[in-house]
C-alpha cells in the first residue's frame, strides 16, 4: 500500500510527522496533490484541551492539484489546479435537502473525513473542488477558504452598498471581513485591533479607519461617521469565552441593525438580551460557506482574489517548507499576522 507524510498533533502540544496510508479514491472522489494548506486559528484551538494524539491529520484551507479520480469522475480533472471545500462541499451527499438547497455545511449524510490538508495528498468528493484561475498563486488558493467565510458572514448579513461596517478583531477572519466588505461595496468600514501590524494590515485590505479593542473607542468612532446612529452592519470575529464583544456589538450597533457572528465561542456564555430586543437589531450566525443567489461563496472569493479587487495575499506572512514531503516542496501558507 502506498504511503505519505501527514502531520499530526502528538497531544503534547506539538506537531508531529509520520507516514500513514495514502487515500484512495471511491466513487464521485477525487484525490488531490496538496500545494499550500492554510494554519487556521481553529488549528490551533481545537489542540488546547486534547491529551491524546489526533488520527488524521487535519487542515482545511487548502490549495492542490487533482492527482487522481475514482469511478464516476471525468478523467480530464486530472492536473486541475483546485481550491478544496473540505468542511461541507466536498464531504456532502448532495442529495439530502440541506444540499438541494446548496447549504452543503449543514448536510444530513456526509461522508466521515478521512483527512485534511496536513498531508501530502488527501480525498475530497469532486463536486467540492473549485478551480483556480492560472493567475493565482497556490498560497492565494489556500486563501479562498477563509475569505470564503468572510464572503458567507457578509452575505448573511445582507449588507448593502454604502452602508457603514463595524468589525470587531483583526485576526485571519477579522482581516478577510473586511477585505470581503470592501470589495462587496461597504461605503466606510471602522476595525478593532490588539496589535499594531493587524491595524496596519486592515488598513492595507481597506479599513477606514482602526481603533483599539478597549474602552468606547470605536462606539465614538461609529457615531462619528454616523450621525450619532452607528454601525449598520457589525461583523463579530473575535469569540472566546465570555460575551464581552457580544455585548459590544450590541452597543455599536444601530437600532434596526444587523449583527453578524462569525467567533466562534466555545464554552456556554450569559447574555443579557433586552438591549437587542428593543433595538430591534438582527442577530445572525454565520458558519462556513453556501450557494446563496446561485453562487457559492468560495466561487466569489475566488473571483475577487483573481480580479484583484482585494490584495488579501498581503497576509500570507510566513510559509513552512517540506521539501521531502513531496517531489517539489510543500508550502503552508500562515494566514494570520
Request: glycine residues 12%; contains cysteine.
Amino acid at each position: 500500500m502506498a504511503t505519505m507524510k501527514a502531520a499530526f498533533f502528538d497531544g503534547h502540544s506539538s506537531m508531529m510527522l509520520a507516514d500513514i496510508p495514502a487515500p484512495e479514491p471511491g466513487p464521485d472522489d477525487v484525490i488531490i496533490r496538496v500545494r499550500a494548506t492554510g494554519i487556521c486559528g481553529s488549528d490551533l484551538l481545537m489542540n488546547v484541551d486534547k491529551t491524546e494524539p489526533d488520527q488524521i491529520p487535519f487542515g482545511h484551507e487548502v490549495a492542490g492539484e487533482i492527482a487522481e479520480v475514482g469511478p464516476g469522475v471525468d478523467a480530464r480533472l486530472v492536473g486541475r489546479r483546485v481550491a478544496i471545500e473540505t468542511i461541507g462541499h466536498g464531504l456532502a451527499c448532495a442529495t439530502c435537502w440541506y444540499c438541494r438547497q446548496g447549504q452543503f455545511r449543514q448536510c444530513l449524510n456526509k461522508r466521515p473525513n478521512e483527512g485534511g490538508g496536513f498531508a501530502q495528498y488527501m480525498k475530497r468528493r469532486a463536486i467540492g473542488c473549485y478551480p483556480l484561475p492560472d493567475a493565482l498563486s497556490w498560497e492565494d488558493g489556500a486563501l479562498v477558504e477563509p475569505l470564503a467565510v468572510s464572503v458567507h458572514g457578509v452575505r448573511r448579513g445582507q449588507m448593502q452598498g454604502g452602508e457603514t461596517v463595524a468589525v470587531l478583531g483583526c485576526g485571519n477572519i477579522g482581516l478577510t471581513a473586511i477585505a470581503a466588505a470592501r470589495a462587496l461595496g461597504a461605503g466606510k468600514i471602522i476595525a478593532t485591533a490588539r496589535h499594531a501590524q493587524q491595524a496596519e494590515m486592515a488598513k492595507a485590505l481597506g479599513a477606514d479607519e482602526v481603533v483599539s479593542s478597549e474602552g468606547t473607542d470605536l462606539k465614538e468612532a461609529l457615531e462619528a461617521a454616523t450621525e450619532g446612529r452607528g454601525a449598520d452592519l457589525t461583523i463579530e470575529t473575535v469569540g472566546g469565552h465570555t460575551g464581552a464583544t457580544l455585548e459590544q456589538s450590541i452597543n455599536v450597533t444601530r437600532m434596526q441593525g444587523r449583527i453578524v457572528i462569525l467567533g466562534g465561542f466555545r464554552r456556554p456564555i450569559t447574555m443579557d438580551w433586552l438591549q437587542p430586543l428593543l433595538k430591534e437589531q438582527s442577530v445572525i450566525f454565520s458558519s462556513c460557506y453556501s450557494i446563496m443567489n446561485g453562487q457559492h461563496d468560495y466561487e466569489v472569493a475566488i473571483d475577487m482574489l483573481a480580479s484583484g479587487r482585494t490584495a488579501l495575499r498581503q497576509i500570507v506572512t510566513h510559509k513552512w517548507a517540506r521539501s521531502h514531503l513531496s517531489g517539489q516542496a510543500s508550502s503552508r501558507a500562515r494566514c494570520e499576522v
